[in-house]
């Protein structure tokens, strides 16, 4: 079990000028003793705060962006490089407005890769042919603009998907599936690689352990496809598999632990690689109902742990994961899936553990006509408020880009207006390390422009504007939180006192530097 407890670069709002200038916390030149007065009474006042749930400090609010059939990102196959960034620019920039945080690409579709590989070859999704180099290797630029926006940048794997086709001879010759038929099997038209093989499992952990060895990822996602989704009247055949390794076991348990075991052995490399990169999963949103088990949710829908062997509940039991994100992708008020009940009881089987919990939204099925609460424009953002009534929730996350660009029925706009008019520090993972920065330093004003030092191991800086009055609570919760800026420097807006911090990689936050503006 863990035992870790458990941004946007936006327009500004900030100026100093230097002889206003002051920091909390220990400042050059200053003997310990005075450096530990001032500390305590700028302590003080914040102690005796009470956050305001309206504006969770932290919160992660992220965003699919899925390249499986070229469905978010690129638009089609065979766009010229330029073409790619731009678009990618545009989904990003769409986020960023809104106040998100995180992005999850998806940089593995189907056994091939998004990015420069000697493990799998290039994804079709670039140029229109697998196999085919697209003259450039996009994850660092995806990764860079992320960055640049504040936001996190989750690598998202599908660990078991070899090919949308069933034959293998019409893959590229250096395809994994190729090289190695007998790790494979043929199921509803196309090929998948057998949970049940300790080569498979191995094979996929060495290609997610050398993407996050080479590249500045922030975490490690898999989606909800673990044993493929049931097609009547077909059979997943990994009878030989199983007569090998099952070792006594029931078939559906022993599928479970095939997965278990994937699970544990890349949350171990992951972490093992670089110790403060994040693992996580979105399982499909029910575990078990009650009809199946009594400590199921009550609901009607497919159960993951029996139809696809995904056991979600033992990944949190075990710590394997470093969140779970449930895609509940039905409205409130759904017959056979409510979706208050379940994220219910996804926060129940989190609640003492150190997994966090996000949400999966639909964004894709507003206005969709086949139900009625999908066509209202407010259910979006009532499941998001749904949300903030339970405290182990830590955030949201939208399926996917391609609905965010669209915006139906203006959903977006009004979860934004109404929940994330601030932005927000993404939620601490204390096992995955990190520390604060120290505090910003040399602060220097040129009108409206504020520069200072960067901060050594500072990814970010918060900037607050203080109230005029009232309790020194400014940093307590977000509703003075005015912007997250990855630059050392900031725009000021209107006059007034502001609270600078600096955050690492993970944002734990430094003590600050409280300033006042007094022309713009």
Known sequence: MRTGRPLLAAAALAVVTTAAAYVFGPGAGESPAASKKKTAVAAAPVAACKADARYPKRQLRGLWIATTTNLDWPSKPGLSPDRQRAEYVKILDAAAKRNFNAVFVQVRPASDALYKSSL????????????????????????????????????????????????????????????????????????????????VRDHVTKVITDVVSRYDVDGVHFDDYFYPYPEPGQTF????????????????????????????QADKAVHATKGYVKFGISPFGIWRNKSNDPTGSDTS?????????????????????????????????HKLADYDTLVSWWSKEVKGT??????????????????????????LAAEVGSNREHKQ???????????????P?????????????RPALLPLIEERGGDAPAPPAGVKAAGSQLSW????GARAYAVYQVPKSGKDCHSTDARNLVAIVTSPSFTAKSEGTYLITALDRLQHESKGVKAKVEAV
């Open 120 to 199: 799998e070859p290039w994804t079709q999704y670039l140029t229109g042919k697998a196999g085919k180099d697209p003259g450039w290797d996009p994850l660092p630029f995806l990764i860079d603009e992320a960055h640049k926006r504040g936001m996190e940048f989750h690598a998202w794997f599908n660990p078991y998907r070899a090919s949308y086709g069933d034959d293998p001879a019409k893959l590229p010759a250096d395809h994994p599936a190729r090289r190695h038929p007998d790790w494979t099997v043929k199921y509803g038209g196309r090929l998948y690689y057998n949970p049940g093989l300790p080569a």
């Open 237 to 264: 055949d990994d009878s030989a598999a199983f007569a090998k390794y099952a070792d006594g076991k029931k078939l559906a348990a022993w599928r479970r632990e095939n997965v278990n075991k994937l699970v544990a």
């Open 301 to 333: 829908g497919m159960s993951a742990y029996d139809s696809i062997y995904a056991d979600a509940r033992a990944w949190i039991k075990a710590g394997t994961v470093d969140y779970v994100l449930p895609q509940l992708y039905w409205p409130r008020g």
């Open 354 to 379: 150190d997994v966090q919990l996000y949400i999966g939204e639909g964004l894709y099925r507003v206005g969709a006509k086949d139900d009625r609460a999908w066509t209202k424009p407010g259910e």
């Open 393 to 407: 929730v830590k955030g949201d996350v939208y399926f996917s880009a391609v609905n965010l660009l669209a915006n």
């Open 409 to 421: 029925l203006g959903a977006i706009d009004r979860v934004a207006k109404t929940y994330y008019a």
């Open 453 to 456: 030092t960067p901060s050594q």
